[in-house]
């Protein structure tokens, strides 16, 4: 069994799920990267973070809109790394769905990666969680307490996984503490973000600047390894955003 508490990132490969795997490994965890299409990425991460300390980082592929494979992925972590300390459900979906045009096949794939999955992974993984004493954080959105325009299905879904988070708090209590992290302006999209919409946001926000991925990370660390009296709640990592929405 691994010494090292062992921690599960779905979604780990790429952009804050990677900030967030990289910041534990250096906090002295375990981390079980989990990705669906970025196997190279995932790889490069596992090779760097094993070259720094070996045997500490392992890739786990897996569609997490299949049902069937999310104990699957648990097992699977069980059987690498002998124990499970904490999952972050971190995979996400992310694209606009105004009214008008929305459609059914839009809405289940929103909610399926944004609630319906963290749901079924965290089922899954409560029992190893229990055994030791575990922690589970859930990757939410400063949208899912006031909607994001052109957005409703997304904010929707992300507003569910708020509640779940509370849910599965009194649920899985007294032995998992389960909490949220909402990001504000961290990243960017990938696409379909122009540089007048930016700045617009970023004058919403009293600290006037983008946040970074590692204030995230620091988060999610935070409160799986050191928050021991703390579950059911949602830090928000906005800058301040929230105030201006």
């Known amino acids: 069994m691994n010494p090292s508490p062992v921690i599960l990132v779905t979604g780990g490969a790429r952009r804050v799920g990677q900030a967030i795997v990289r910041h534990l490994h250096a906090a002295g965890c375990a981390v079980a990267i989990h990705y669906r299409h970025s196997q190279a990425d995932a790889l490069a991460l596992a090779g760097d973070l094993n070259a720094a300390r070996p045997d500490t980082a392992a890739t786990f592929a897996a569609a997490l809109d299949d049902d069937t494979a999310l104990p699957g992925l648990v097992d699977a972590v069980l059987r690498r790394f002998g124990r499970l300390d904490g999952l972050v459900n971190n995979a996400s979906a992310f694209y606009p769905t105004p009214i008008g045009s929305a459609t059914p096949a839009q809405w289940d794939d929103l909610f399926a990666a944004n609630a319906r999955a963290p749901f079924f992974l965290a089922q899954a993984a409560a029992p190893a969680l229990k055994a030791s004493q575990g922690a589970i954080?859930?990757?939410?959105?400063?949208?899912?307490?006031?909607?994001?325009?052109?957005?409703?299905?997304?904010?929707?879904?992300?507003?569910?996984?708020?509640?779940?988070?509370?849910?599965?708090?009194?649920?899985?209590?007294?032995?998992?503490?389960?909490n949220a992290v909402a990001p504000g302006a961290i990243l960017w999209p990938e696409s379909g973000k122009s540089a007048e919409d930016a700045a617009a946001l970023?004058?919403?926000?009293?600290?006037?600047?983008?946040?970074?991925?590692?204030?995230?990370?620091?988060?999610?660390r935070w409160l799986l390894l050191d928050a021991r009296y703390t579950t059911a709640n949602l830090v928000r990592v906005d800058g301040g955003r929230t105030l201006a929405i």
């Open 137 to 178: 954080v859930n990757l939410v959105d400063i949208y899912a307490e006031r909607p994001l325009a052109q957005h409703p299905i997304y904010s929707m879904a992300k507003a569910a996984l708020w509640m779940l988070t509370q849910s599965l708090a009194r649920e899985l209590a007294p032995e998992v503490r389960v």
């Open 202 to 220: 970023l004058a919403k926000t009293p600290l006037a600047r983008k946040g970074e991925p590692g204030d995230v990370a620091e988060a999610v």
